[in-house]
């Protein structure tokens, strides 16, 4: 197809094209909102200030952002742990009606799963305050599975900037369960925590996606759930 050959506006022209593109689809399977709103910044400008034939030739600046993003993508990703700790790596998302989902993840340095869980929740339907609960959880998942040295990573920006200065914080729900994860992570002989990007906590994003489809809790132990053996095998950097 070419410009010449369809009356499509260059918005329609750009989505026909990108819906072929294979390698742009994984893009977007990876990277979600943050490429889609860049694109549509994109798409926008070229639909104003661009005629089809411009438009089809500015298709190669397109895929040039899709390589771009494929290459961020083999950068970013899960790290092992250095020995002797364990990771954790925990996520939330909430539900329509009330409460939300918990999960996460414990992986030794080899990357091998030594503990999951997800877990149905009314404490809240604040995405932060669940996040920092199934933090919590995690912990205490963590410390069932006999885990003694422990890195937490998650992608809830607040909550790890809140645990980084606690003492100036006010008040608050939030306040009050980071006081109870560090006094939980004294219980470990050594403990770290850091806030990591979407891309470096997609199993247990996958986890907590799994489990909003079901009404019960699930807590692994020693074990590989089989719904997330694949998605920790490709994540295994």
Not at 215 to 223: E, K, Q, R, S
Request: glycine letters at 6%.
């Amino acid at each position: 197809m070419t410009p010449a050959a369809t009356g499509a506006s260059s918005i329609e022209l750009i989505r026909i094209d990108l819906n072929v593109c294979g390698d742009f689809r994984e893009v977007l399977d990876v990277y979600g909102r943050e490429v889609v709103k860049l694109c549509g910044r994109v798409m926008k400008v070229l639909s104003v200030n661009l005629g089809a034939s411009s438009v089809w030739e500015e298709l190669g600046s397109v895929q040039e952002l899709a390589a771009a993003c494929n290459k961020r993508q083999q950068e970013v990703r899960w790290e092992k742990p250095t020995t002797p700790f364990c990771k954790l790596n925990t996520d939330a998302g909430t539900l329509p009606n009330e409460g939300g989902i918990l999960g996460g993840v414990v992986r030794d340095h080899h990357g091998v799963c030594l503990a999951a869980f997800t877990e149905y929740t009314k404490f809240s339907n604040e995405p932060v305050m669940l996040e920092a609960e199934a933090m919590k959880r995690g912990m205490e998942l963590a410390l069932e599975a006999g885990v003694k040295d422990l890195v937490i990573e998650g992608d809830a920006q607040l909550v790890f900037d809140t645990l980084s200065n606690l003492d100036n914080a006010a008040m608050s729900p939030l306040t009050l369960t980071c006081i109870c994860i560090l006094n939980l992570s004294k219980k470990f002989s050594s403990f770290q925590f850091s806030w990591v990007p979407r891309t470096c906590n997609k199993v247990a994003h996958f986890l907590v996606s799994f489990a909003k489809d079901y009404d019960h809790n699930n807590w692994w132990i020693n074990c590989i759930p089989c719904i997330i053996a694949d998605v920790i095998r490709y994540d295994i950097r």
